[in-house]
């Protein structure tokens, strides 16, 4: 017995994600699959023998990076996204005997990322040196904050009159109606960014240093653009953000497969206690297996159809490339694939087929890894409980969004607001500034 217990201590990770993906496929045959026509049963021994094998190999080398010394932010974002895109893929490849060449395309494209970050986890990294005046970092960082919250409150009045939505019911007329105003591609760029980034980093700030105005200024401005166009995701990124600045730590990371585990072992339960399905459709079909089944698309078209090679990059268009599709290309798989004309926004896999087809699998693993790596150089030595809540708004974009919106929307405006934050060096533990009448104490601990 004991010694079982130590194999479970040790392997806790391995453990929990293998139960997390046993609990998902009991949802999928047991609700999604009898509920929803674009998900099929179609069993077979064969495939679902070789995911398993495939499932304990792909573990085997996430331990590996986990377990290293120290959890970077790299490991982490690379960890959460591997349970909540390699796991669904694999199991409905297993599950709805989808073809083989999709199961090469994913395989090769994910494990040639856990080997990258395995690589790349070997190697040491040291803390960027922080800038020599804390009152310029410090005066820097709020003069910052004034320019987005004037932006902000500017952006709101011309399109939105001020005005505060929060019928959760209406989100999507909104979305809509946002989606049909004339916004400039810089315009639109900046609002995602202060949306994503700047007003949910500067409410944690404000929070860590108990500035309670600044931070109710902070979460008014998030509510504002939230109202704009109704995205639910921005009214999530502060309350997480709260919650990492209480619980948050390193040594817990064996808690993300729990905690995804007992959400969707609590789906189940609703769909045997109370028969209804409203956590497994949001979690478990909308959030796992909808992303999997578009990325499936997604392979079969353009591996069939020309890719748009960037030519849809809201910066790189502006060089002269030309698509060879009228409408995105979300648009073109919902026109495709669904009978009526909508999105189909998928993440990592299917956003590297729309811009280079099956060579993708092969260079997107390296853009992805080469994203990581500077998400590292940006955060390395800052405590997670400061810009959690942003790193979980990057992960969910990381899943159902484009990597080039990735560097434009989260590592780049991460990149400016961190670098006037003094990384935690092995002389130092927490951030003093001192000015003449006052002092603000921000620990990164």
């Known amino acids: 017995m004991a010694g079982l217990a130590t194999f479970s201590k040790k392997h806790d990770i391995f453990i929990w994600s293998i139960v997390f993906r046993i609990l998902v496929e009991v949802i999928y045959i047991k609700d999604i699959s009898r509920n929803y026509d674009q998900f099929v049963l179609d069993f077979n021994f064969n495939k679902y023998l070789i995911s398993w094998v495939m499932l304990t ?3 085997f080398l996430v331990e590996r990076f986990i377990s290293s010394k120290e959890l970077r932010t790299s490991s982490l974002v690379c960890f959460i996204i591997y349970l909540m895109n390699y796991i669904p893929l694999i199991s409905l490849w297993a599950l ?3 073809g083989n060449n999709f199961f090469l395309y994913f395989n090769v494209y994910w494990f040639l990322i856990l080997g990258l970050i395995n690589v790349y986890s070997s190697i040491s990294i040291k803390p960027r040196k922080p800038l020599s005046s804390a009152v310029f970092s410090r005066n820097m960082l709020y003069g910052i904050f ?5 932006f902000g409150l500017y952006f ?9 939505h929060l019928d959760f019911l209406d989100v999507y007329s909104h979305r809509y109606a946002f989606q049909e105003k004339d916004i400039s591609t810089l315009m639109n760029l900046a609002y995602y960014i202060v949306s994503s980034v700047v007003f949910p980093f500067y409410a944690i700030k ?4 108990k500035k309670w105005i600044f931070f109710t200024f902070a979460c008014f401005m998030q509510l504002l653009m939230f109202s704009m166009a109704g995205n639910k995701s921005y009214l999530m990124i502060i309350p997480v953000g709260i919650v990492a600045c209480y619980f ?3 040594k817990y990371i064996s808690l993300v497969p729990k905690l995804l585990s007992g959400l969707t072992a609590v789906a189940f339960l609703e769909i045997v206690i109370n028969k209804s399905a409203y956590i497994a459709s949001f979690f478990v079909r909308r959030l796992l297996y909808i992303p999997a089944i578009i990325s499936s698309y997604y392979c079969e078209f353009f591996t069939e159809n020309s890719p748009v090679y960037f030519a849809q990059d809201k910066v790189l268009v502006r060089f002269g490339l030309e698509s060879p599709y009228s409408q995105p290309f979300s648009r073109v798989i919902g026109e495709v694939y669904y009978t009526n004309a909508t999105n189909a926004n998928t993440g990592m896999l299917g956003d590297a087929f729309a811009n280079l087809g099956v060579y993708s699998i092969v260079f997107f693993p390296i853009i992805f890894i080469l994203a990581l790596i500077l998400l590292d150089r940006i955060t390395y030595g800052i405590s997670k409980k400061v810009y959690m809540g942003v790193l979980v ?4 974009a990381f899943l159902n969004g484009e990597i080039s919106g990735i560097f434009y929307n989260f590592l780049a ?3 400016v607001l961190l670098f006037f934050i003094p990384p935690k060096t092995s002389e130092t533990s927490f951030i003093t500034v001192s000015l003449e009448n006052s002092e603000t104490t921000c620990e990164v601990q």
């Open 57 to 59: 190999l792909s573990l």
């Open 96 to 98: 709805a005997d989808m």
């Open 146 to 150: 004034a320019v987005f919250a004037l």
């Open 156 to 164: 709101s009045y011309r399109y939105n009159g001020l005005r505060i």
């Open 206 to 209: 404000f929070l860590l240093e």
């Open 248 to 250: 948050y730590n390193d």
């Open 393 to 396: 708004a990057m992960i969910v």
């Open 413 to 415: 405006p991460l990149f």
